[in-house]
């Protein structure tokens, strides 16, 4: 009998887990490809009055990326069936917490990206803004760490934009 159960549960677990397939996307998007297949992103222009100039390369980069390395649209200049447009806005830093002694020990920089979308296929029109922050200590100087923190800052605005036009959450 305990031959038989040790040939049989693996046999049994064997023919379960082929009979079965589940499918999850981990994009997370909620595109019907069979309607949208385009999509057109305008550059995103720095109209900030403070910013760093590399930002808008980088966050124009990010932004076009993730679109293609997470769904199957294409993109193009013009016409497409969803359009992105927008500009950076703000790009600032102040003091977040005070030390002891009186002088800023944390500073908080942040970003905000407003941006215009149109689904043509549903006619859905929207304008939002999206914001993302990142602190550094205040004894360290902002060339030192603004590449990474503008970075992060970049992600999270991207992920917030994508979140918000193909995903549905």
């Not at 910013?51 to 966050?59: C, D, N, R, S």
């Not at 029109?125 to 004894?139: G, I, L, P, R, V």
Request: with cysteine; aromatic share 10%.
């Amino acid at each position: 009998m305990k031959r038989k159960l040790f040939f049989l549960l693996p046999l049994s677990l064997l023919v379960l887990l082929t009979a079965c397939s589940i499918s999850y996307k981990f994009t997370g998007t909620s595109i019907n490809y069979d309607e949208i297949k385009t999509i057109q992103i305008d550059k995103i222009t720095n109209r900030a009055p403070y910013g760093w100039a590399p930002m808008e390369a980088m966050f124009n980069n990010k932004l076009q990326d993730l679109y293609a390395s997470q769904t199957r649209l294409k993109l193009i200049k013009r016409g497409g069936d969803l359009h992105i447009a927008g500009e950076i806005t703000a790009y600032d830093q102040f003091n977040k917490a005070i030390s002891a002694d009186g002088f800023s020990s944390q500073v908080q920089l942040r970003m905000t990206v407003n941006i215009r979308f149109t689904n043509a296929k549903t006619n859905e029109h929207w304008e939002k803004q999206f914001s993302a922050t990142s602190q550094y200590d205040s004894n360290q100087q902002l060339t030192a760490v603004q590449e990474k923190l503008v970075t992060e800052m970049i992600n999270d605005i991207c992920d917030q934009i994508f979140n918000a036009t193909v995903a549905d959450w």
